[in-house]
């Protein structure tokens, strides 16, 4: 009954010139692509299936173009069918960082994907121009998701004018902290989920994954979306120490030579922050708008590192403040089903 999939098939089979072609689930997204995998003389395939009525693929064509130019690890577009949306790619493996971190682990694979980064920020000068700006407008919009999403539409709650006041302040002064920064070429998804852990068959560690929405934007966007991850907690003292490496690194090729070591984890604390709003309300609208609800499990641990942040800052003490009014931290407790960083 699936018609998509029928026609996939029919294609596959025009492009190997075989009829004995079957595929297997390899992974679903947040958004309407789906994968399939298939193996044919002995050599592992992806197929993208991306309806062309629900998604754009020409921005994954062109930054995979990039990427690869960078020399950085991505799946290489071994055909291509625009008009049905099917996309033959190479296979980067099965095991996600998710699958792969733990403490033993972590320090080596974590290396390996800042090492990625700078590359990324580095040689992505060339091509950010060519890049959506990630501008006021589309911060101000993504953090309004955890407004509509997660607090009128999951916590049910209806904001009064000064609630709105409060959080449109905090909007505004993380807005201009992600301004303020650096702008790199952004992948804006460097995840667990979204970084493979490939060996030297397979391109080399880590492979890179879902790069499509990359913007021009702030510098410590991608390092927070790694060490301070959605889908897998680290004791702070370490998530710092990983960013003052970052910061040392970058300086050292050259990067953030104006930029002090305390002004980049300030920014990098701010920007988790917005970010970490903006992936709640996804999370929450994932449940509601898609009918995907293993995303709300992620929250405790996503809301609980702006809890902890947000403290730190003084600029942000009425939004603070405004979360406790709305109980969100003994809400958080109670609908956590996952270990990770919850709020006390």
């Given at each position: 009954?699936?018609?998509?999939?029928?026609?996939?098939?029919?294609?596959?089979?025009s492009?190997?010139?075989?009829?004995?072609?079957?595929?297997?689930?390899?992974?679903?997204?947040?958004?309407?692509?789906?994968?399939?995998?298939?193996?044919?003389?002995?050599?592992?395939?992806?197929?993208?299936?991306?309806?062309?009525?629900?998604?754009?693929?020409?921005?994954?064509?062109?930054?995979?173009?990039?990427?690869?130019?960078?020399?950085?690890?991505?799946?290489?577009?071994?055909?291509?069918?625009?008009?049905?949306?099917?996309?033959?790619?190479?296979?980067?493996?099965t095991?996600?960082?998710?699958?792969?971190?733990?403490?033993?682990?972590?320090?080596?694979?974590?290396?390996?994907?800042?090492?990625?980064?700078?590359?990324?920020?580095?040689?992505?000068?060339?091509?950010?121009?060519?890049?959506?700006?990630?501008?006021?407008?589309?911060?101000?919009?993504?953090?309004?998701?955890?407004?509509?999403?997660?607090?009128?539409?999951?916590?049910?709650?209806?904001?009064?004018?000064?609630?709105?006041?409060?959080?449109?302040?905090?909007?505004?002064?993380?807005?201009?902290?992600?301004?303020?920064?650096?702008?790199?070429?952004?992948?804006?998804?460097?995840?667990?989920?979204?970084?493979?852990?490939?060996?030297?068959?397979?391109?080399?560690?880590?492979?890179?994954?879902?790069?499509?929405?990359?913007?021009?934007?702030?510098?410590?966007y991608?390092?927070?979306?790694?060490?301070?991850?959605?889908?897998?907690?680290?004791?702070?003292?370490?998530?710092?120490?990983?960013?003052?490496?970052?910061h040392?690194?970058?300086?050292?090729?050259?990067?953030?030579?104006?930029?002090?070591?305390?002004?980049?984890?300030?920014?990098?604390?701010?920007m988790?922050?917005?970010?970490?709003?903006k992936?709640?309300?996804?999370?929450?609208?994932?449940?509601?708008?898609?009918?995907?609800?293993?995303?709300?499990?992620?929250?405790?641990?996503?809301?609980?590192?702006?809890?902890?942040?947000a403290?730190?800052?003084?600029?942000?003490?009425?939004?603070?403040?405004?979360?406790?009014?709305?109980?969100?931290?003994?809400?958080l407790?109670?609908?956590?089903?996952?270990?990770?960083?919850?709020?006390?």
């Amino acid at each position: 009954m699936d018609a998509r999939l029928d026609s996939l098939l029919v294609w596959l089979r025009s492009v190997f010139k075989r009829d004995d072609i079957s595929v297997a689930p390899a992974s679903a997204d947040a958004s309407f692509r789906r994968y399939f995998r298939t193996a044919i003389a002995g050599r592992s395939y992806i197929i993208m299936d991306a309806p062309p009525d629900k998604e754009d693929t020409r921005p994954y064509l062109r930054i995979a173009a990039m990427l690869q130019a960078m020399g950085l690890n991505v799946p290489v577009v071994l055909e291509e069918n625009l008009v049905q949306g099917y996309f033959l790619l190479t296979d980067l493996g099965t095991q996600q960082y998710l699958q792969a971190l733990n403490v033993t682990t972590v320090e080596t694979l974590y290396a390996d994907a800042t090492t990625a980064l700078l590359r990324m920020q580095q040689q992505g000068q060339a091509y950010q121009q060519q890049l959506p700006a990630y501008d006021h407008t589309l911060l101000w919009n993504e953090m309004q998701l955890f407004r509509d999403w997660y607090l009128q539409r999951h916590l049910q709650v209806a904001l009064t004018a000064t609630q709105q006041l409060t959080l449109d302040a905090a909007w505004q002064y993380l807005i201009a902290a992600a301004l303020q920064q650096p702008q790199v070429f952004v992948h804006r998804d460097y995840h667990s989920r979204n970084l493979m852990y490939c060996n030297t068959e397979q391109g080399g560690n880590p492979g890179v994954l879902d790069f499509q929405d990359a913007v021009q934007g702030p510098v410590t966007y991608d390092l927070v979306s790694l060490v301070r991850d959605c889908y897998i907690a680290w004791p702070r003292t370490q998530v710092e120490n990983w960013v003052q490496q970052y910061h040392a690194k970058s300086r050292a090729a050259g990067m953030l030579q104006q930029v002090s070591a305390d002004q980049f984890l300030a920014w990098f604390d701010l920007m988790g922050i917005q970010r970490h709003l903006k992936a709640s309300g996804i999370f929450a609208r994932l449940n509601y708008r898609d009918g995907k609800d293993g995303y709300l499990k992620e929250i405790p641990r996503t809301l609980g590192y702006v809890l902890e942040v947000a403290g730190t800052y003084p600029a942000l003490q009425p939004f603070l403040q405004l979360l406790h009014e709305l109980n969100i931290p003994a809400r958080l407790q109670q609908e956590c089903s996952v270990a990770g960083v919850i709020p006390a």
